[in-house]
């Protein structure tokens, strides 16, 4: 079974600064996904970015990206220049590649960020 | 619209009673989920299904049914609603990529929030 943890269920950043949310997991799997959602009051589940585990290569989604360590097992996300709406509690959740049961998604606990002017 | 759509959105009842929870997407998607989100927590899996009639169960199934009579619905019901069944469900929604085979993220409905007095 996998398990994710996020470390820091509350932070705070200024509107126009850099802020990064940290997760860990742990998995006996070699192929996977790691997904960021944000989930703000409205309490849609918007997905932010993700990362195939097969990819060396971090990914970037304008404002946000990630610094993915494999070995590590960890999985930040990095948000720039940060805006007001920003403001949500993010999750982070992982995923097998490929799997007879598809894409279940195990779901971190959530860091609940606030952006202040 | 295309999209995956949850009713009702809010929703109380009492201890005892029977609540169905409805979902349905136009996608055409064979995987389907629930998960429900308890205050200040992830999302947790209560049950799936890989396609019409076949289900699965996640990891916190007890005291919910569910089934799949069509691809497009995926309703949950609880039974005997119990107070420690307040929460925020949602439903989810994925396929597979046709060419890799790799799962694809899911899509997720706005969620019911249920209230049991």
């Known amino acids: 079974a996998q398990t994710v943890t996020q470390s820091q269920p509350e932070m705070s950043v200024q509107e126009a600064e850099t802020v990064t949310l940290s997760c860990t997991y742990d998995?006996?799997?070699?192929?996977?996904?790691l997904f960021w959602y944000k989930q703000p009051p409205s309490r849609q589940m918007i997905l932010v970015i993700r990362?195939?585990?097969?990819?060396?290569q971090n990914a970037t989604e304008n404002r946000f990206s990630v610094n993915f360590q494999k070995a590590a097992k960890s999985f930040s996300l990095k948000i720039s220049d940060s805006q007001l709406g920003d403001t949500a509690m993010y999750f982070c959740?992982?995923?097998?590649?490929?799997?007879?049961?598809?894409?279940?998604?195990?779901f971190g606990d959530g860091t609940t960020l606030t952006v202040k002017p | 619209d295309a999209g995956i759509t949850q009713s009702p959105r809010y929703k109380i009842t009492e201890t005892g009673r029977q609540v169905t929870l409805m979902c349905h997407q136009t996608?055409?998607?064979?995987?389907m989920f629930w998960y429900r989100q308890d205050l200040g927590h992830g999302l947790r899996l209560i049950y799936y299904?890989?396609?019409?009639?076949?289900?699965d169960k996640g990891e916190v199934p007890d005291g919910y049914v569910v089934s799949r009579s069509k691809t497009e619905n995926f309703p949950l019901t609880l039974e005997s609603a119990t107070r420690s069944q307040t929460s925020v469900y949602f439903c989810?929604?994925?396929?597979?990529?046709?060419?890799?085979?790799?799962?694809?993220?899911?899509?997720f409905g706005d969620g019911t929030r249920l209230s049991i007095l």
């Open positions: 989810a929604s994925s396929e597979t990529d046709p060419g890799t085979g790799f799962n694809q993220p899911q899509h």
């Open positions: 998995t006996s799997e070699s192929n996977y996904y």
């Open positions: 990362q195939e585990a097969y990819k060396q």
């Open positions: 959740a992982f995923m097998k590649l490929w799997n007879t049961n598809a894409g279940k998604s195990t």
């Open positions: 996608w055409s998607h064979s995987y």
């Open positions: 299904s890989a396609a019409a009639d076949i289900t």
